[in-house]
């Protein structure tokens, strides 16, 4: 509903200021029409055009006051000023003093009715209106998520300001067009010169400021990934601070301080952020480096992945310039169990391609978790890397390139993961992993799973009880649906439903990087699974391999917070924790590392000044995520299961909820809360690589620890 009322009320910002700016034009002419006839006709255009604006002004309210009932906070800064403090007092003095005035004109006309009509009360309200109304058109590029208690006196004095240079302007061209003060002699051609003089003038203005603010925004060529500002989520300040930075319980200062690095000369707001270049480090300060898994003993599982080029044919015949991991896309499967110790040496055998290895979902140590720039440099072409870690979890995982995302991951170093309970819990006859992915070819962007972009047909017996792995490595949400059997979701992100029900016909809105596990039980009929961005592609399960069923994509969204039945957890709504993090998801026009973008900001900020939000071990911390854009954004936090606790201020009502990505929709509320129990420098982002890319890129940081990596440098590392 959100999406509507907001994508609506942004429709109403553009179109607002035109009409507006048309009424109050026309308005303003009545005074210097020639005649009664031609003052009537100017009075009824005038009089449509203010009547136009002052029901789309009222459009812009009700969408505003509508936003107000599903959450203040959604309409609690930019909206607030440009509606209720920018708009509203120019529509209403329109309403009150200068629209019954044109109508009046527009029915009848005296012979002093021009000159009335040239006085400010009629002429300044449209003008004050469509003063006001420039502020929505270009309302996304004022900051997001700042205190509306320090932007509204800024902006009352804007528009009082505003105000009275329109009066001031309307009185002084009414008294001339009424006699009291005689009309200075026109001088055209200086008239133009001083108009093209201020014309050269402003736009040169403009055009160094614009300057200015891209080259402002380039990032430096290298900086380390702990420049963003610290927020300690309402909780006590670290032992650091107290040596070399006065902190406070919000959001101030260098997250490089904080972790135990100090230099001279750091910038109060931003230091330098890793243990070399001349800083040091205080006693108790722990490199990621040293945050690996087990160093000895033999692995139970080795793996080698080699990034190489290939193209490769999608079942259409579709071809992909791809880049894979052993030569395929998706990369191979990688099959453990529970319990097992793990070795992967990534090769790269790129051309000119550094890359890295995540392992999505996995709460492995630190300094194996595979980002460039924050863990570990990108490999190099020629290069290898060697990551070891014990696994923890079971269920359905992932692993893909976290050097460059937005483009590696896009065209093809990605792979699923799948960890097998130690002992069987549930036998199936058929264990099926769906990798839902849009692959770029000569003919345009292709959804397909894996490499079928046409419908695959798959023999299922009466009675066979299959599992579908379903993974959505796009950045985009996809929705799935399973279509001629009722079937139970027995996982989500990997992580197990408690005591599950059986659902048919639900739409599984799946956020990019997000995965579910369903289950069922093979009937006589053919059963269709089937992503609603490709309907003609998909699996298609008979008892011959043969047959076939249409999708069906009108059934309910299945709704996770309560589905399922309630179980033990360590923690919950009702527990005391140690800090709270609210975490504002919106969208800020403006340069970004020297382009113009919208930029997908976090509390107002982006990467790299994005909040670090800084923890010990130990703490238990709770985050609430508000998305106040238009777009789906999947936020993962690496090496952490969070809890889902509430969904738009209610409480969960099924099972408990774990997931390592959450998808925050346009609107929405969610609260999730984790253990700080495993150390660390932890990216927290969106997973819609654009959006990384855009700066929706922040950090959690344990007390104390250190990276001594960096993005950009001879590594060339780029963590989005």
């Known amino acids: 509903m959100y999406l509507a009322i907001s994508i609506f009320d942004f429709i109403l910002q553009l179109v607002l200021f035109p009409v507006w700016l048309l009424a109050a034009l026309t308005v303003r002419r009545l005074a210097t029409r020639p005649d009664t006839k031609r003052l009537r006709r100017g009075a009824r255009i005038a009089s449509v055009l203010t009547l136009l604006a002052l029901i789309l002004s009222a459009g812009r309210l009700l969408t505003f006051s509508l936003m107000a009932q599903l959450n203040w906070e959604l309409v609690g800064d930019r909206r607030v000023i440009t509606t209720l403090l920018l708009l509203l007092p120019g529509v209403l003095a329109t309403l009150v003093l200068s629209l019954p005035r044109v109508l009046g004109a527009a029915r009848r006309s005296g012979q002093d009715e021009p000159t009335a009509l040239a006085a400010p009360r009629i002429t300044v309200p449209p003008q004050l209106a469509a003063f006001g109304a420039v502020g929505g058109f270009f309302e996304k590029f004022l900051p997001p998520d700042r205190p509306v208690a320090l932007n509204w006196p800024v902006y009352g004095v804007i528009l009082v300001a505003g105000a009275v240079w329109l009066a001031v302007r309307a009185r002084r061209r009414a008294d001339r067009l009424s006699g009291r003060v005689p009309t200075p002699p026109r001088r055209r051609g200086r008239t133009v010169a001083v108009r093209l003089g201020t014309a050269v003038v402003v736009l040169g203005v403009i055009g160094s400021l614009v300057t200015l603010e891209s080259q402002s925004s380039r990032f430096p060529d290298t900086f380390s990934m702990m420049k963003g500002t610290m927020d300690y989520g309402g909780g006590s300040t670290f032992a650091a601070d107290h040596e070399g930075h006065h902190g406070t319980s919000g959001t101030s200062g260098s997250a490089t301080e904080a972790l135990g690095v100090h230099g001279a000369g750091h910038d109060a707001g931003h230091g330098t952020g890793h243990a070399a270049g001349g800083a040091h480090t205080n006693a108790n300060a722990v490199s990621v ?198 079937y139970k979701v027995t996982s989500i992100d990997g992580m197990d439903i408690n005591e599950p029900g059986e659902v048919s016909g639900r739409r599984l809105v799946t956020a990019g990087a997000g995965r579910f596990d369903v289950e069922f039980t093979m009937p006589a009929t053919p059963v269709r699974l089937a992503s609603e961005d490709a ?186």
């Open 289 to 486: 480096d040293t945050l690996k898994g087990p160093k000895t003993g033999t692995p139970d599982r080795r793996f080698t992945l080699t990034a190489q080029e290939a193209k490769i044919k999608l079942a259409s015949g579709r071809t992909v310039d791809a880049w894979t991991f052993n030569g395929q896309i998706p990369g191979p499967e990688l099959r453990m169990k529970q319990g097992e110790l793990v070795e992967v040496t990534l090769v790269n055998k790129l051309k000119d391609v550094p890359v890295s290895t995540h392992w999505h979902g996995l709460d492995v140590p630190n300094g194996e978790d595979g980002v460039a720039g924050v863990t570990q440099d990108a490999v190099q072409p020629g290069g290898t890397y060697t990551y070891r870690f014990r696994v923890k979890e079971r269920g359905t995982f992932w692993y893909h390139s976290h050097q460059a995302s937005s483009e590696e991951v896009q065209r093809g170093l990605f792979g699923p993961m799948v960890i097998d309970p130690a002992q069987p819990l549930r036998p199936v006859d058929q264990d099926v992993t769906v990798q839902a992915h849009t692959w770029e070819t000569a003919q345009g962007p292709v959804t397909a799973l894996g490499t079928s972009d046409v419908l695959q047909r798959r023999t299922a017996r009466p009675g066979e009880k299959v599992r579908l792995r379903l993974i959505n490595s796009d950045v985009e949400t996809r929705i799935f649906t399973l279509t001629g059997v009722p």
């Open 535 to 720: 309907p003609d592609a998909g699996i298609a399960f008979s008892a011959d391999g043969k047959g076939t069923l249409a999708p069906k994509f009108d059934g309910e969204e299945f709704d996770k917070t309560s589905y399922g039945r309630p179980g033990s957890q360590p923690f919950g709504p009702g527990s005391t924790y140690d800090r709270s993090f609210d975490l504002v998801l919106d969208e800020w026009l403006g340069f970004y590392n020297g382009g113009f973008a919208l930029r997908q900001t976090i509390n107002g900020r982006v990467f790299p000044d994005a909040p670090m939000l800084m923890v010990k071990e130990g703490e238990l911390i709770k985050v609430r995520f508000l998305n106040r854009g238009q777009e789906d954004h999947p936020m993962h936090l690496h090496g952490h299961h969070v809890l889902v606790l509430s969904h738009n201020g209610k409480a969960l009502t099924g099972s408990p909820i774990w997931q390592d990505t959450v998808l925050v929709r346009p609107g929405e509320e969610w609260e999730v809360a984790f253990k700080a129990d495993n150390p660390g420098i932890w990216m927290d982002h969106c997973h819609n690589f654009n959006h990384a890319q855009l700066g929706m890129v922040m950090h959690v940081a344990y007390e104390n620890v250190t990276t001594p990596y960096q993005v950009g440098g001879k590594a060339g590392n780029r963590p989005d």
